[in-house]
Antibody, heavy 121, light 107 residues
Framework: EVQLVESGGGLVQPGGSLRLSCVAS????????MTWVRQAPGKGLEWVAN????????HYVDSVKGRFTISRDNAKNSLYLQMNSLRAEDTALYYC??????????????WGQGTLVTVSS | DIQMTQSPSSVSASVGDRVTIPCRAS??????LAWYQQQPGKAPKLLIY???TLQSGVPSRFSGSGSGTDFTLTISGLQPEDFATYYC?????????FGGGTKVEIK
């Protein structure tokens, strides 16, 4: 059974940092593009970043470029999102998700339960 | 960036109804479109990819159509568990973008 379990969310002050983690199981993690998607309270979905199987290719939404870094450790079946210079508008539930297409189809067939990030003073 | 527009933001329907949910892209995306269902308090669920391909395990009452800029998700014979919010997402180019969602509510 495919499982994605996020952690690392919490309350942080504006300008602060957090590192989100997502541990994967039930599939060959090193074969999959992986993605972070966020959802602000009561709002829609926003794609944040994704990363190639080997970590060599990464893409970000403009609003997080230069502040967030996506990475992975295939030996630990883990995906990460380092978030720096956090802003109030980064407040959201952050999901990690799997891309089912080895070459990158950019849709997402398995999602975690999400980890909540709240940026507030 | 490609903007994805879902209008209306909500539709009212009854069990057994046929419901169509439109999605429009700001520029042509061929068939690079996915649809998701999100129940309250739950993660999104992939329904359709490549505009019309049904994801494994998704009931056949869900179908997708369209190409270029105009797309439609159709639910044929609405079931109680289908009352949810539906999002389209373009998979054509970065940044990947979602529509604002259409909530299917009970009439």
């Amino acid at each position: 059974e495919v499982q994605l379990v996020e952690s690392g969310g919490g309350l942080v002050q504006p300008g602060g940092s957090l590192r989100l983690s997502c541990v994967a199981s039930g599939f060959t993690f090193s074969n999959s593009w992986m993605t972070w998607v966020r959802q602000a309270p009561g709002k829609g979905l926003e794609w944040v970043a994704n990363i190639h199987q080997g970590g060599s290719e990464k893409h970000y939404v403009d609003s997080v470029k230069g502040r967030f870094t996506i990475s992975r450790d295939n030996a630990k079946n883990s995906l990460y999102l380092q978030m720096n210079s956090l802003r109030a508008e980064d407040t959201a539930l952050y999901y990690c998700a799997r891309d089912p297409t080895r070459g990158g189809g950019y849709n997402f067939d398995y999602w975690g339960q999400g980890t909540l990030v709240t940026v507030s003073s | 960036d490609i903007q994805m527009t879902q209008s209306p933001s909500s539709v009212s329907a009854s069990v057994g109804d046929r419901v169509t949910i439109p999605c429009r892209a700001s520029q042509g995306i061929s068939s690079w479109l996915a649809w998701y269902q999100q129940q309250p308090g739950k993660a999104p669920k992939l329904l359709i990819y490549d505009a019309s391909t049904l994801q494994s395990g998704v009931p056949s009452r869900f179908s997708g159509s369209g190409s270029g800029t105009d797309f439609t998700l159709t639910i044929s014979g609405l079931q109680p568990e289908d009352f949810a919010t539906y999002y389209c997402q373009q998979t054509n180019s970065f940044p990947l973008t979602f529509g604002g969602g259409t909530k299917v509510e009970i009439k």
